[in-house]
């Protein structure tokens, strides 16, 4: 079995241990992702630098993100990214309806809602072959190209992380505890 090094502001090496820092000062602790990630600067500076992208540049809002982003890992069933993004969304005041049908695998009863999460599952489970019906829907939906292009890049950032999560093992933070499944 491989062991991988979780590191800190403080073992990490040379490279990301700045960042790292960062990270802590941003989110008020360090999520054990980055720790995980710190072992490779590309890693870790992708992941910043693409979420940054999302987060403050995409046609989508922050909230719509952070939506597609619960949706992509649950549907990779990744434990750490689903309590993270949970934790997110809630900050950012998500449809609390969407995110726990999301989290549980319900009924989404917000429309525009449901259109993205159907499309970003369609995305993933049909690795980009998705039906006409399902893209007319998002269309119809009030969203446009461009989003359905950002969704790509949601999901790129969180074939990264879920992967990585998979791989590494990653325990939930105890910060985001009361965001697990």
Request: one cysteine or more; hydrophobic letters at 45%.
């Amino acid at each position: 079995m491989t062991d991988f090094t979780l590191y800190d502001e403080n073992t990490a090496p040379d490279s990301t241990k700045g960042t790292l820092k960062e990270v802590k000062a941003a989110y008020g602790m360090l999520p054990n992702l980055y720790g995980y990630l710190a072992e490779s600067p590309v890693a870790l500076n992708a992941y910043l630098h693409i979420n940054d992208q999302l987060m403050k540049h995409s046609s989508l809002t922050p909230i719509q993100v952070q939506v597609a982003l619960l949706a992509i890992s649950e549907v990779n069933n990744c434990e750490f990214c689903i309590a993270a993004h949970s934790w997110v969304g809630s900050t950012l005041k998500a449809n609390p309806q969407t995110v726990e049908a999301i989290r549980q695998g319900g009924k989404i009863e917000d429309p525009q809602d449901k259109a993205l999460v159907d499309l970003v599952r369609a995305l993933v489970n049909d690795r980009g072959y998705v039906s006409d019906q399902i893209m007319d829907a998002f269309l119809a939906a009030g969203f446009t190209k461009e989003n359905m292009f950002d969704l790509l890049v949601c999901n790129m950032l969180k074939s990264l992380s879920n992967y990585a999560n998979h791989v590494t093992k990653t325990e939930v933070n105890a910060e985001l505890a009361a965001f697990a499944r």
